[in-house]
């Protein structure tokens, strides 16, 4: 079997049985992540002296016939916001261009404890700010079933290097979907996990009140892999949630049983592409053919959840990016006054979205209108937090399910000139992260878009969401779905 087709759990069979050693994969790895770059722009450093060392160490572990740890060998993308001290952290800005963090975040640590091979710091949005993976510094990322259209954001780099076969398992940070709107995108499975299940230390912090670091990967096989090694209770965070952590895997085939799924009737929106509503449809029929009963839910805000989601985390991002002065660390601009080093400083380190968002935040926040848009914002949250609660509690739904995205893959440039567009994208992916609950994208179907020679499958996502720390639950439906369909297992040719 080709090592870069395969998922974690074989690869670190292969590497045990001594099919294959860990630095051979390491290096099929690095390489495919090096003949892609040029055409996928997914990666802003691949760690080839970080992902040797480690691999040596696995194999040293196999000679020596000591038992390995779960992820043992396995190559892993971590997104460039999340701290490395191999590489740079960029968070896809030039303010950030040169910086090296002197320590590693937590996830990074559980992904190293458990053996993962850290192959690359991938792209994204700068700051985590984009829906599209073209608000990057360095450049723009490629969806890689069709180069000519975006991965989703702002985990692009990911999320198109985990579609594209570099590895199996990659971490994202999902703010408002950006891990649930690139898997849809790239045809994965993303994980948004409840927050705190997974520790924010180490994340350079866009929105505090709704990041959250997640898996990516092929298959809810290895998502629930992932999610299991990178969750647990950091005592350097202060919103890590002090509960056990479960074997994600345990369960994952037992299926749910008697399943209710819940379909909001804003799912059904006249703004869904063709593929999007068909995909819906017949998911549902898939569900009820497994037994499943679906009921209607009502999540009445859909709409207005976008507007608030967008006071909300534009807010923070003024807080968390104030830091960004040019005095600490980072860019720093030539000045003749304090206030001339700092205009310059962030004007020549921060895009033009990250400062349209500033810009919203701070103004949200400002006297005379914080009331009137801040803390309207909030109120909306408590009822965005409330509607799933009825659907969950008075509805009895074990699962809510919906796309994820309007509409597959878009034209990359199509949607840069209007921010408003681009933010409808995230239309069905806010919801979620305001209440703080968990959610699940996976592989739906396919789109067929283009002609002649341009034409092109893209993957179609839905997303299954859950109430709070129900992860287990929403993977083990993703499961059953995927145990009668075969989207989950088609592939970019690139």
Same mark, same amino acid.
């Not at 990074?108 to 091979?117: F, K, Q």
């Not at 799933?388 to 440039?413: N, S």
């Not at 969401?465 to 040719?493: C, K």
């Given at each position: 079997?080709?090592?870069?087709?395969?998922?974690?759990?074989? +690869?670190?069979?292969?590497?045990?049985?001594?099919?294959?050693?860990?630095?051979? *994969?390491?290096?099929?790895?690095?390489?495919?992540?090096?003949?892609?770059?040029?055409?996928?722009?997914?990666?802003?450093? +691949?760690?080839?002296?970080?992902?040797?060392?480690?691999?040596?160490?696995?194999?040293?572990?196999?000679?020596?016939?000591?038992? &390995?740890?779960?992820? #043992?060998?396995?190559?892993?993308?971590?997104? !460039?916001?999340?701290?490395?001290?191999?590489?740079?952290?960029?968070?896809?800005?030039?303010?950030?261009?040169?910086?090296?963090?002197?320590?590693? $975040?937590?996830?990074?640590?559980?992904?190293?404890?458990?053996?993962?091979?850290? *192959?690359?710091?991938?792209?994204?949005?700068?700051?985590?700010?984009?829906?599209?993976?073209? /608000?990057?510094?360095?450049?723009? %990322?490629?969806?890689?079933?069709? %180069?000519?259209?975006?991965?989703?954001?702002?985990?692009?780099?990911?999320?198109?290097?985990?579609?594209?076969?570099?590895?199996?398992?990659?971490?994202?940070?999902?703010?408002?979907?950006?891990?649930?709107?690139?898997?849809?995108?790239?045809?994965?499975?993303? =994980?948004?996990?409840?927050?705190?299940?997974?520790?924010?230390?180490?994340?350079?912090?866009?929105?505090?009140?709704?990041?959250? +670091?997640?898996?990516?990967?092929? @298959?809810?096989? !290895?998502?629930?892999?992932?999610?299991?090694?990178?969750?647990?209770?950091?005592?350097?965070?202060?919103?890590?949630?002090? *509960?056990?952590?479960?074997?994600?895997?345990?369960?994952?085939?037992?299926? =749910?049983?008697?399943?209710?799924?819940?379909?909001?009737?804003?799912?059904?929106? /006249?703004?869904?592409?063709?593929?999007? $509503?068909?995909? &819906?449809?017949?998911?549902?029929?898939?569900?009820?053919?497994?037994?499943?009963? *679906?009921?209607?839910?009502?999540?009445?805000?859909?709409?207005?959840?976008?507007?608030?989601?967008?006071?909300?985390? @534009?807010?923070?991002?003024?807080?968390?990016?104030?830091?960004?002065?040019?005095?600490?660390?980072?860019?720093?601009?030539?000045?003749?006054?304090?206030?001339?080093?700092?205009?310059?400083?962030?004007?020549?380190?921060?895009?033009?979205?990250?400062?349209?968002?500033?810009?919203?935040?701070?103004?949200?926040?400002?006297?005379?209108?914080?009331?009137?848009?801040? $803390?309207?914002?909030?109120?909306?949250?408590?009822?965005?937090?409330?509607?799933?609660?009825?659907?969950?509690?008075?509805?009895?739904?074990?699962?809510?399910?919906?796309?994820? #995205?309007?509409?597959? #893959?878009?034209?990359?440039?199509?949607?840069? !000139?209007?921010?408003?567009?681009?933010?409808?994208?995230?239309?069905? %992916?806010?919801?979620?992260?305001?209440?703080?609950?968990?959610?699940?994208?996976?592989?739906?179907?396919? #789109?067929?878009?283009?002609?002649?020679?341009?034409?092109?499958?893209?993957?179609?996502?839905?997303?299954?969401?859950?109430?709070?720390?129900?992860?287990?639950?929403?993977?083990?439906?993703?499961?059953?779905?995927?145990?009668?369909?075969? /989207?989950?297992?088609?592939?970019?040719?690139?």
């Amino acid at each position: 079997m080709d090592p870069l087709s395969a998922s974690a759990t074989q +690869i670190r069979q292969m590497i045990a049985s001594g099919e294959r050693s860990a630095e051979e *994969i390491a290096r099929l790895s690095l390489d495919r992540a090096r003949a892609l770059q040029p055409v996928l722009n997914a990666f802003v450093d +691949i760690l080839d002296d970080e992902a040797l060392e480690q691999a040596r160490r696995i194999d040293a572990r196999v000679h020596g016939g000591e038992t &390995l740890a779960r992820l #043992a060998g396995v190559p892993v993308l971590v997104k !460039d916001n999340i701290c490395v001290e191999a590489g740079r952290t960029t968070c896809g800005s030039r303010f950030l261009e040169s910086y090296r963090s002197p320590f590693a $975040a937590s996830v990074v640590e559980r992904l190293r404890s458990a053996g993962a091979v850290i *192959i690359a710091k991938t792209n994204m949005d700068e700051f985590g700010m984009g829906s599209s993976g073209e /608000h990057s510094a360095f450049g723009p %990322t490629c969806n890689p079933w069709d %180069t000519g259209r975006v991965p989703g954001g702002s985990s692009s780099g990911t999320a198109a290097g985990v579609a594209a076969g570099v590895a199996p398992i990659g971490l994202g940070t999902d703010t408002g979907g950006s891990i649930r709107q690139p898997a849809s995108l790239c045809g994965l499975v993303g =994980v948004r996990p409840t927050y705190g299940r997974v520790s924010r230390w180490g994340l350079v912090a866009f929105a505090s009140s709704l990041d959250q +670091i997640g898996p990516f990967a092929r @298959t809810s096989e !290895d998502a629930a892999l992932a999610l299991s090694v990178i969750s647990g209770h950091d005592p350097r965070d202060s919103t890590s949630a002090q *509960i056990e952590t479960p074997n994600f895997m345990t369960d994952l085939e037992r299926g =749910v049983e008697p399943l209710v799924i819940g379909v909001p009737r804003q799912a059904h929106s /006249h703004s869904n592409h063709s593929s999007v $509503a068909l995909a &819906l449809d017949t998911a549902v029929e898939v569900f009820e053919g497994l037994g499943a009963r *679906i009921v209607e839910v009502d999540l009445a805000s859909t709409d207005h959840a976008i507007a608030a989601y967008y006071l909300v985390a @534009t807010a923070e991002a003024s807080s968390n990016l104030a830091r960004f002065d040019g005095v600490r660390f980072g860019r720093r601009g030539e000045g003749a006054t304090l206030d001339e080093l700092y205009e310059r400083s962030r004007g020549e380190g921060f895009g033009e979205e990250v400062q349209r968002r500033i810009m919203l935040g701070t103004h949200a926040l400002s006297a005379g209108y914080a009331d009137q848009y801040y $803390a309207t914002a909030l109120k909306a949250r408590r009822v965005v937090k409330e509607e799933y609660e009825r659907a969950f509690v008075d509805r009895g739904a074990h699962a809510i399910l919906m796309p994820t #995205a309007p509409e597959p #893959a878009f034209e990359l440039g199509t949607k840069t !000139d209007d921010p408003l567009s681009m933010y409808l994208e995230d239309v069905y %992916t806010v919801g979620p992260a305001l209440a703080g609950l968990p959610a699940v994208s996976f592989q739906g179907g396919f #789109a067929s878009v283009g002609e002649g020679d341009r034409e092109r499958a893209l993957p179609v996502g839905l997303q299954v969401i859950g109430p709070a720390l129900g992860e287990g639950q929403l993977l083990r439906v993703v499961r059953m779905f995927e145990r009668v369909t075969e /989207h989950h297992a088609r592939r970019p040719e690139i």
